[in-house]
């Protein structure tokens, strides 16, 4: 792991790091936050929306205030494989290909190769990271923003003894079945759509999985709020599985990082109450 | 005036504005917050540093938490007037031309009939914006970062009746004297360096002017701290002149958005306290 940059901020440290990745097979980068002290700290990881980096929320997502006062590192992967070598979609097409791996191990190829952000999330990038710096792995809690609210909450569901905390912005909550994620899942996984869902929330709680609760703020100006997100299903799916669901459609605000930096205090609340050692 | 984008944020209003200036004479478009409430709200000008717009600080300096909180609005004006009409320098050059105004009126051709800095956001600005939205003009203070921290210091010790409350950020305290502004304070204001003085904020204090108190932050590790900015000059020339500046050498923070968004919240505060009704 090489340090691109580091800059104090809020009296805790703001890094950019780039590693060779042996899930994805090639270079990638991400941003980790840690707030003052010797740690070790409990981390919440931020998983990005379509077309970002892990930079957009390191430098819009005024996370730093609030984790460094509560003690929390935050770790912002990219949300996909990245470069001149791995197979993309149409450089005008947003939904599909780098900047949109949707946080899922592709099945098919071309995308097999590379596009194995599940896989890197929770099991190369950690060991990495718990290796190299002082974060408690059994104190890990798993956030997110539209494509990567969707991500957080598939991991948690997933994994729910690894991640004790889990919550979203604006989260797509069904994506095999939205029509900006379909093309996602069907390129990464082929046309077998039973396949799908287990990349997906509501199918995977409908399936069974559990996690203890969740908190989920959508903006009610949100352009995607009824094709794309659509938080009636999660709401529905979480009320059948009686998993404790705090949804709160915050009037006026739509899909964007003003919206996301408005509740970020309390989303990093929300997981540092959980995350308490 | 045309707004450009308004969305809710930490409560409030983030807009962004276009019109067009009499004063530089192209169009201008600068960001302005209303925190919630009716008003009229005290006013807080921000000016930015050497190569940004109106848009960094909006979308890095993590303002808006704190002047919703404290009932306060602030103004982000550009740097400098804009287009393809505007003289310039080249394109690699940061220090001078667009993206670099220094918050002065240009005496020189062919600047003079753009860089008019200070009177736009002395007076047309103001103008446009007291008409239309429901702010303070007795309730103003001023702030800023490097090239806008030493606008803000010279706008406020110029007119200390308009504005109640000043502080900075990594300010460049004596920019006629400095390598890296003395050039753009040449092509402006021409060989005459004695008319420098009334645009240079350590040169207005041993001229005389005064302003109350004064908050400057500035960290330690900044790459431009010994030959452009220079706090110790600025500390000379308040002692001698017994206005009460505050100081603060940060340690381990440089010149960016990540140093400037640590201190904010206390800025705004200290602006608020000076602005209460």
């Known amino acids: 792991m090489k340090i691109i940059s580091e800059v104090k ?13 042996s899930t ?16 070790p700290f409990p981390v919440v990881w931020y998983l990005s929306g379509l077309t970002c980096s892990h930079a957009n929320v390191m430098e819009k997502g005024e996370y730093r205030r609030i984790a460094s006062e509560l003690g929390v590192a935050i770790v912002c992967p990219d949300t996909s494989p990245r470069g001149n070598t791995i197979p993309d979609s149409t450089p005008d097409d947003w939904q599909f290909g780098q900047g949109a791996g949707f946080y899922i191990d592709a099945t098919t190829p071309p995308y097999v190769q590379n596009y194995q952000m599940y896989s890197y999330v929770m099991k190369e ?36 003894g690894v991640f004790k905390s889990c919550s979203a912005f604006a989260p797509i909550t069904q994506p095999s079945t939205a029509a900006w994620s379909q093309r996602a899942f069907r390129e990464y996984l082929g046309s077998d759509e039973s396949s799908w869902r287990e990349w997906d929330s509501v199918c995977l709680i409908e399936d069974g999985a559990r996690i203890d609760s969740l908190l989920v703020d959508q903006g009610d100006a949100d352009a995607f709020l009824n094709d794309g997100l659509r938080p009636q299903l999660l709401a529905k799916a979480c009320a059948d599985a009686h998993i404790n669901l705090t949804l709160r459609m915050q009037p006026g605000y739509d899909h964007s990082y003003y919206f996301i930096s408005s509740f970020m205090p309390e989303h990093i609340r929300w997981h540092a109450a959980r995350l308490a050692a």
């Open 125 to 160: 990038l950690p060991e990495l990271l718990f290796a190299a710096y002082p974060l408690a792995p059994n104190r890990q809690g798993i956030f997110g923003h539209s494509m990567g609210g969707h991500g957080a909450m598939v991991l948690a569901l997933r994994n729910p």
């Open 24 to 39: 994805t097979r090639c270079k990638m980068t991400f941003a980790l936050f840690l707030p003052p002290g010797e740690g």
């Open 9 to 21: 901020s809020h009296d805790g440290r703001q890094l950019v790091i780039r590693h060779a990745s």
